[in-house]
């Protein structure tokens, strides 16, 4: 029986090398990738993008316009504003309970330049007081703070016509 034929590589045909000058070795060879440059660029039109996307700034109407006589609740701090062209709306948060709190703003909106026309209490427990003067109105909506002591009061105006 006849031996089977085993291939062996030998050392000269397993790699052709040929000298190669090294400038046609970089023109031969695809240039490396660099996301440096691109990632730039693709943050500029990002960023570009987000811009033209960002809606104008509203413009919310002025303190004096619309609460000139703002009767801040005592021991309040402001949580938030919010508001239009005509009207804002403040948010405070007091380490008062709501009864005297009330209290506090019946006193306030009873006397000169307000006058008390509406003392209104809703069926989550809130009340709404609504004030008027010589100029713009005044909502004041007071209730429990959720999960602690004290109260949120509401404030809104807006500008008289």
Same mark, same amino acid.
């Given at each position: 029986m006849a031996k089977p034929l085993a291939i062996r590589p030998s050392p000269t045909s397993a790699v052709l090398r040929l000298p190669m000058p090294a400038s046609l070795l970089t023109r031969l060879l695809p240039p490396r990738y660099s996301p440096r440059p691109? *990632? *730039? &660029?693709? =943050?500029?039109v990002l960023g570009l993008g987000l811009m033209a996307c960002a809606e104008p700034a509203r413009k919310q109407a002025d303190v004096g316009e619309? &609460? /000139?006589?703002? /009767? =801040? #609740? #005592?021991?309040?701090? =402001?949580i938030s504003r919010e508001g239009g062209e005509d009207a804002l709306k403040f948010r405070f948060r007091s380490d008062l309970a709501p009864e005297p709190m009330l209290a506090y703003y019946r006193g306030v909106l009873g006397k000169p330049p307000w006058r008390l026309v509406s003392d209104t209490p809703s069926p989550d427990g809130a009340v709404t007081l609504y004030a008027e003067q010589d100029g713009p109105s005044i909502w004041v909506t007071i209730r429990k703070a959720d999960g602690a002591a004290g109260s949120?009061?509401?404030?809104?105006?807006? %500008?008289? %016509?």
């Open positions: 691109m *990632r *730039r &660029l693709m =943050i500029v619309t &609460l /000139p006589n703002l /009767p =801040i #609740p #005592p021991n309040g701090e =402001i949120f009061v509401d404030i809104a105006g807006a %500008k008289a %016509k």
